[in-house]
């Protein structure tokens, strides 16, 4: 049984951190956050401060900061953490033997992000680590800081790309990754997606078209019309052309939003017929407006009966016009500040 005295190994302090034994020495060598004392040896031991000054590292490099800025932060909580400002942390119950790598240490961590928002890199690092909870606060913060739509496209979008690319260039690893931020995202954008409340006409339809399972931009659409109080019934992923076709008819729609990712699973004969469905009263029958979304309607030129919006605000915009809904809040007074 290890001794504890002189505190934990790398490897059980790095499965307290969610974060792979590689990632810790890594940091260690690059900001020079190593443990404080060095006990005979070779291996590390981390005292309860040491493990408090990296906890906040990964706090920080979650909410985005750059892990040289957050390493120098997090110096300090270690110096407070050794002053008896931090309570003792009882090292886990785990044995000397560092666990296995973590997804951190697959192609070395890092994720071909580019130049963007310092909340994409945060979410990307928390992705990287699992860190489930890190995401779920982060989403939720840029959601109510900046408003859906510059959520989605400038935080959320760029990461999610960022893990996608990471997967297919290291041979099917970060599948983990992009299945529990793909998750993370989901769930945020259901969260914002409230309960529309007051008289309307009826709801927007949004379905993919069948063979499309990929639904994360119409949860992102459907929050958008929630923020500006537009109902919605989402059908979500692959539905077939005969369950399209009653869901239309039983609904009324005024607006009709097909998602395809790619031209294989683009419909267009599927999509004219939609366009071309009437239902009321005899005499006044309407048709809905059918908005052909994502890549996968691109190269051909919708009907006239049809809008191919280039992007979420597009779209949102689109179906206000129709609605006669006010913007949100928060982006009306953006659009004043401008």
Do not use: N
């Not at 969610?18 to 291996?43: F, L, M």
């Not at 379905?207 to 659409?221: F, G, I, M, N, R």
Request: hydrophobic share 40%; aromatic share 4%; with cysteine.
């Amino acid at each position: 049984m290890a001794d504890t005295s002189l505190g934990i190994t790398t490897g059980a302090l790095a499965q307290r951190l969610g974060v792979s034994p590689t990632t810790v020495r890594s940091w260690e060598h690059r900001y020079g956050i190593g443990p404080a004392v060095r006990a005979d040896g070779k291996h590390r031991r981390w005292s309860p401060s040491d493990v408090a000054m990296l906890e906040e590292m990964c706090r920080l490099t979650a909410s985005g900061i750059p892990p040289a800025e957050a390493a120098r932060a997090a110096q300090s909580v270690r110096r407070d953490a050794a002053a008896g400002m931090v309570e003792e942390i009882a090292p886990p119950a785990s044995s000397d033997s560092d666990p296995s790598p973590g997804p951190e240490r697959a192609g070395g961590g890092g994720l071909p992000l580019g130049d963007v928002r310092q909340e994409c890199r945060g979410l990307a690092r928390a992705a990287v680590r699992l860190d489930a909870a890190a995401m779920e606060t982060l989403l939720a913060q840029v959601i109510s800081d900046y408003g859906l739509v510059t959520a989605w496209e400038e935080v959320m979008v760029p990461t999610l790309h960022a893990v996608g690319r990471k997967w297919e260039s290291s041979d099917d690893r970060y599948v983990e990754v992009e299945h529990l931020l793909s998750w993370q995202v989901s769930t945020a954008l259901r969260r914002a997606a409230v309960a529309s409340v007051g008289k309307q006409r009826a709801p927007v339809l949004l379905a993919c078209v069948p063979s499309e399972p990929h639904t994360l931009p119409l949860e992102a659409l459907a929050a958008g019309l929630s923020e500006r109080r537009i109902a919605t019934l989402m059908f979500g992923g692959a539905v077939p052309a005969e369950a399209l076709d009653a869901a239309v008819r039983r609904c009324g729609p005024p607006a009709v939003v097909l998602w395809s990712q790619a031209r294989s699973t683009a419909s267009h004969a599927l999509a004219r017929h939609v366009a071309g469905m009437t239902f009321g009263l005899r005499g006044a029958r309407t048709a809905p407006l059918v908005l052909l979304a994502g890549p996968g309607w691109a190269g051909r030129t919708p009907d006239s009966c049809m809008l191919r919006p280039r992007g979420l605000r597009e779209a949102l915009d689109s179906l206000s016009r129709i609605y006669g809904d006010p913007l949100p809040d928060w982006e009306r007074r953006s659009g004043t500040e401008d």
